[in-house]
């Protein structure tokens, strides 16, 4: 028996209304483990090379893993895959709260949807028993308002939904796929894959319940878990991290990084202390502002430290009803990127992006990249619709986000995200900050303490991703440097596939996620086979992108991410990353040739699992 999974895979073709289901084995299962695991492998079959990724031919999968739905402290997370329409390569894009645990618990592991409709549908999974539903009533919804007019049209109020809003809808190159209405699976531009199906969301309900292997250790790991983390011992040295979480999830983050060179500035141009200030960095740490505005907590699917917040701001300029508090990539990027410091303007673009349907990490980079034209008189007025992108003008922030969100005027130009908003503007490719064509994540790898990040944000298969695993931390020049990258990217695979939360790595106890994996499927993976297993899926997301010709030499950063000239002033000042170095230490580390970084025949052989690739090697 196939402990820890529902058994089965979903396929929906749209073009031709076809569905039918496929068995998952345990010998898939064992190589790929879950999540964009199966995802890489499905996807590289279904996805012919040369593929447009808003055409038919792109797949949009949902993923899941072994720890969803199994009752795994901080195990409810899924992923989308796709072709990105923004890098034209592998695109994995991870979010949390219902919909992968609701999708398992109707019988499936993973739905992968092919073709596109001429008409908008959604696809309507009620435990086991599947249909494509007209949505003509829904396209142009946002996604709030989506996820209610599929409960009433099912009548199943309980239903848990992936949808897109109107960004999606109109191909913006950052539309994301929101699920329960507030969590994202944001970066890549998954959302416009969907649009570009006609695909207006999947609706899901789920009562089946997912058999494991040890279901009493695993009811007992699960409770001392749980204790751990609903009250740390005094002793614990991550209680002060477990309790900070649980009352301001990630904001608890956003003052100290905005100081410590962590968080960008002035579109990754400037410093903290000199161009943002103390005061204004501290106006955007949870413990100043929370109180103001919480007006209850919630958690993702079996999570106990419950990080999420939901919002009301009552008055003001931007009165918003019940939102969600901003995380901290969104508090950074609209907040010390754009020297803004005003929460209320970032509380209203989050909720913005939310309600389209939008990633709100290139929404902020975007307008970033805007105030710094502007700044320099690249862009004018008259070019975005008579807003004045002044630096940290919350009015101008709000105004630029709502016209990307309603697809009007400047925003159809500024849906492209930078690098496509600079191509069609023709002015700012100087101020560009992106990896891959796409902003990555919201800490600088230019940080003297963290120097790996642009390592990854330069060659993860996904790049500008900074939950991709990999060493933050070795230098460079460290001979350690290779093999710890590759040990924490192996890591970090695995992590993403049984789907279970990043911070769980600071919430866990050490052998708690093996233990739960022994637990919940019955596979007892030594250290060395857990390292195999993620090198594998991280090689096989790798694989994608050699068939559409990517090699090592079409993977840019862009050169003020690099320190390239270095900052003048602050915790990063004088810093020039060695991205290309720390590049040759990974490659070589994972077997891989440091010129191309492709696999070598040698290496796909020995790791097992990748006889599908060796054609292009």
Same mark, same amino acid.
């Given at each position: 028996?196939?402990?820890?999974?529902?058994?089965?895979?979903?396929?929906?073709?749209?073009?031709?209304?076809?569905?039918?289901?496929?068995?998952?084995?345990?010998?898939?299962?064992?190589?790929?483990?879950?999540?964009?695991?199966?995802?890489?492998?499905?996807?590289?079959?279904?996805?012919?090379?040369?593929?447009?990724?808003?055409?038919?031919?792109?797949?949009?999968?949902?993923?899941?893993?072994?720890?969803?739905?199994?009752?795994?402290?901080?195990?409810?997370?899924?992923?989308?895959?796709?072709?990105?329409?923004?890098?034209?390569?592998?695109?994995?894009?991870?979010?949390?709260?219902?919909?992968?645990?609701?999708?398992?618990?109707?019988?499936?592991?993973?739905?992968?949807?092919?073709?596109?409709?001429?008409?908008?549908?959604?696809?309507?999974?009620?435990?086991?028993?599947?249909?494509?539903?007209?949505?003509?009533?829904?396209?142009?919804?946002?996604?709030?308002?989506?996820?209610?007019?599929?409960?009433?049209?099912?009548?199943?109020?309980?239903?848990?939904?992936?949808?897109?809003?109107?960004?999606?809808?109109?191909?913006?190159?950052?539309?994301?796929?929101?699920?329960?209405?507030?969590?994202?699976?944001?970066?890549?531009?998954?959302?416009?894959?969907?649009?570009?199906?006609?695909?207006?969301?999947?609706?899901?309900?789920?009562?089946?319940?997912?058999?494991?292997?040890?279901?009493?250790?695993?009811?007992?790991?699960?409770?001392?878990?749980?204790?751990?983390?609903?009250?740390?011992?005094?002793?614990?040295?991550?209680?002060?991290?477990?309790?900070?979480?649980?009352?301001?999830?990630?904001?608890?983050?956003?003052?100290?990084?905005?100081?410590?060179?962590?968080?960008?500035?002035?579109?990754?141009?400037?410093?903290?202390?000199?161009?943002?200030?103390?005061?204004?960095?501290?106006?955007?740490?949870?413990?100043?502002?929370?109180?103001?505005?919480?007006?209850?907590?919630?958690?993702?699917?079996?999570?106990?430290?419950?990080?999420?917040?939901?919002?009301?701001?009552?008055?003001?300029?931007?009165?918003?009803?019940?939102?969600?508090?901003?995380?901290?990539?969104?508090?950074?990027?609209?907040?010390?990127?754009?020297?803004?410091?005003?929460?209320?303007?970032?509380?209203?673009?989050?909720?913005?992006?939310?309600?389209?349907?939008?990633?709100?990490?290139?929404?902020?980079?975007?307008?970033?990249?805007?105030?710094?034209?502007?700044?320099?008189?690249?862009?004018?007025?008259?070019?975005?619709?008579?807003?004045?992108?002044?630096?940290?003008?919350?009015?101008?922030?709000?105004?630029?986000?709502?016209?990307?969100?309603?697809?009007?005027?400047?925003?159809?130009?500024?849906?492209?995200?930078?690098?496509?908003?600079?191509?069609?503007?023709?002015?700012?490719?100087?101020?560009?900050?992106?990896?891959?064509?796409?902003?990555?994540?919201?800490?600088?790898?230019?940080?003297?303490?963290?120097?790996?990040?642009?390592?990854?944000?330069?060659?993860?298969?996904?790049?500008?991703?900074?939950?991709?695993?990999?060493?933050?931390?070795?230098?460079?020049?460290?001979?350690?440097?290779?093999?710890?990258?590759?040990?924490?990217?192996?890591?970090?695979?695995?992590?993403?596939?049984?789907?279970?939360?990043?911070?769980?790595?600071?919430?866990?106890?050490?052998?708690?996620?093996?233990?739960?994996?022994?637990?919940?499927?019955?596979?007892?993976?030594?250290?060395?086979?857990?390292?195999?297993?993620?090198? #594998?899926?991280?090689?096989?997301? #790798?694989?994608?992108?050699?068939?559409?010709?990517?090699?090592?030499?079409?993977?840019?950063?862009?050169?003020?991410?690099?320190?390239?000239?270095?900052?003048?002033?602050?915790?990063?000042?004088?810093?020039?990353?060695?991205?290309?170095?720390?590049?040759?230490?990974?490659?070589?580390?994972?077997?891989?040739?440091?010129?191309?970084?492709?696999?070598?025949?040698?290496?796909?052989?020995?790791?097992?699992?990748?006889?599908?690739?060796?054609?292009?090697?």
């Amino acid at each position: 028996m196939l402990y820890g999974y529902a058994g089965k895979f979903l396929y929906v073709d749209l073009t031709v209304g076809n569905i039918r289901e496929e068995e998952l084995t345990r010998e898939f299962a064992e190589n790929y483990i879950g999540g964009y695991g199966f995802g890489a492998r499905v996807l590289y079959d279904m996805i012919e090379k040369g593929a447009d990724p808003l055409g038919p031919g792109n797949v949009a999968g949902f993923t899941t893993g072994p720890f969803n739905a199994a009752g795994v402290p901080m195990g409810g997370r899924y992923t989308f895959v796709c072709k990105s329409p923004v890098t034209g390569g592998w695109n994995d894009a991870n979010s949390g709260g219902f919909f992968g645990d609701e999708l398992k618990k109707a019988g499936y592991d993973a739905l992968f949807v092919s073709g596109a409709s001429e008409t908008p549908v959604y696809i309507w999974i009620n435990d086991g028993k599947v249909e494509i539903r007209d949505a003509s009533a829904m396209w142009g919804l946002d996604c709030k308002q989506t996820i209610e007019a599929m409960c009433e049209d099912t009548g199943e109020k309980r239903l848990r939904a992936a949808v897109i809003g109107p960004a999606g809808e109109n191909l913006s190159l950052f539309a994301a796929v929101i699920n329960d209405g507030h969590r994202a699976a944001g970066r890549g531009g998954g959302g416009a894959v969907m649009g570009s199906k006609k695909l207006k969301g999947v609706a899901v309900r789920g009562t089946g319940k997912i058999t494991v292997a040890e279901p009493e250790k695993l009811r007992e790991l699960r409770l001392t878990a749980n204790r751990s983390l609903a009250n740390p011992a005094e002793d614990n040295p991550m209680a002060g991290f477990i309790n900070g979480f649980k009352a301001y999830g990630t904001t608890m983050f956003t003052g100290p990084s905005a100081l410590s060179g962590d968080s960008p500035v002035r579109n990754w141009g400037g410093s903290g202390l000199d161009d943002f200030g103390e005061e204004a960095a501290n106006a955007l740490n949870g413990p100043s502002f929370d109180s103001n505005y919480n007006v209850k907590k919630f958690g993702c699917a079996s999570c106990p430290l419950a990080c999420g917040a939901k919002y009301q701001v009552d008055k003001g300029k931007w009165p918003v009803g019940e939102t969600d508090r901003p995380e901290y990539e969104t508090l950074a990027a609209f907040g010390s990127n754009c020297l803004n410091k005003d929460i209320e303007a970032i509380i209203k673009c989050n909720d913005l992006c939310n309600t389209a349907g939008m990633d709100t990490i290139t929404a902020g980079s975007v307008v970033a990249w805007v105030m710094e034209c502007y700044e320099h008189g690249l862009l004018k007025a008259e070019d975005l619709d008579g807003i004045e992108a002044k630096w940290g003008d919350g009015e101008a922030m709000v105004a630029l986000t709502e016209k990307m969100a309603k697809y009007e005027g400047c925003g159809k130009i500024l849906a492209l995200g930078q690098a496509g908003a600079a191509k069609a503007f023709g002015v700012g490719e100087e101020f560009l900050t992106v990896a891959g064509g796409i902003e990555p994540g919201m800490h600088d790898g230019r940080l003297p303490s963290a120097p790996g990040y642009n390592r990854i944000y330069k060659f993860d298969p996904t790049p500008g991703r900074h939950v991709k695993g990999g060493d933050q931390n070795t230098p460079a020049d460290s001979p350690e440097r290779g093999k710890n990258d590759a040990m924490a990217t192996a890591g970090g695979e695995i992590m993403n596939c049984v789907g279970v939360c990043q911070f769980s790595g600071f919430a866990f106890a050490p052998g708690w996620q093996s233990q739960f994996m022994r637990y919940v499927t019955g596979f007892t993976f030594t250290d060395e086979e857990a390292y195999t297993a993620g090198i #594998r899926i991280h090689l096989m997301r #790798r694989a994608f992108n050699i068939r559409e010709g990517i090699s090592r030499r079409d993977m840019k950063i862009s050169a003020r991410l690099e320190g390239k000239p270095p900052l003048e002033k602050g915790p990063n000042s004088g810093v020039t990353t060695e991205t290309d170095r720390a590049g040759d230490a990974f490659f070589k580390a994972i077997g891989c040739d440091p010129e191309t970084g492709n696999p070598t025949r040698e290496t796909a052989v020995a790791l097992g699992g990748l006889d599908y690739i060796l054609d292009i090697l």
